[in-house]
């Protein structure tokens, strides 16, 4: 049976919250929902769970506890992706949370080879994959401006037409009746 020393132990968990917090201080550096802090939490959450598996000596727990994390850090990513009319945002901070996460369990696994290239290939996806995003985006033209303006050139007559007022009231008057004046 295989016992793990408090050095060991240690050594794992600064790794699975060294290698989060480098992903956490590129979120943080743009402004990101998801942080410094979010992301060392999570990749030292994951690694801690694993760890406790592997201090209590159960052979087969650590990869049981490792795909308990995978769904469980799903319920976290959920809750931070918004929807915000046709937008849908957050999908990329939940999928960094589950990087981080998965992190945590490669450095409690004590492979600390693979948890600094794991940690070095997503901060490098964050690092270029938005350039890259912002250029591949500017090859497809607007769709929204090719739509505004072929409206334009097919109704320009209501193209610079002003709103008509409201029935029953001048023009500039308010749509809403003043606070201190009781309802009839």
């Excluded at 999570?42 to 308990?68: I, Q």
């Excluded at 492979?111 to 901060?123: D, E, I, Y």
């Excluded at 050139?153 to 008057?173: D, F, I, K, T, V």
């Amino acid at each position: 049976m295989y016992t793990l020393t408090t050095t060991e132990f240690a050594l794992r968990l600064a790794a699975g919250a060294g290698c989060g917090a480098l992903i956490g201080i590129e979120r943080q550096w743009r402004a990101r929902m998801a942080g410094l802090r979010t992301n060392a939490l999570v990749a030292a959450g994951a690694t801690l769970f694993v760890l406790y598996s592997v201090a209590v000596g159960d052979t087969g727990s650590p990869t049981r506890v490792a795909s308990y994390v995978v769904s469980g850090i799903g319920f976290l990513g959920a809750g931070v992706i918004l929807r915000d009319g046709f937008k849908v945002r957050g999908l990329n901070t939940a999928a960094t949370l589950w990087c981080s996460a998965a992190i945590g369990v490669l450095a409690a696994s004590g492979q600390f080879t693979f948890t600094g290239l794991a940690t070095a290939t997503v901060v490098v996806i964050h690092l270029l994959g938005r350039p890259l995003g912002r250029l591949i985006d500017h090859d497809v033209p607007d769709a929204d401006e090719d739509l505004q303006a072929q409206h334009h050139r097919h109704r320009p007559e209501q193209s610079h037409r002003p709103p008509a007022p409201e029935r029953g009231r001048p023009l500039g008057a308010s749509h809403h009746r003043p606070l201190s004046r009781p309802r009839a």
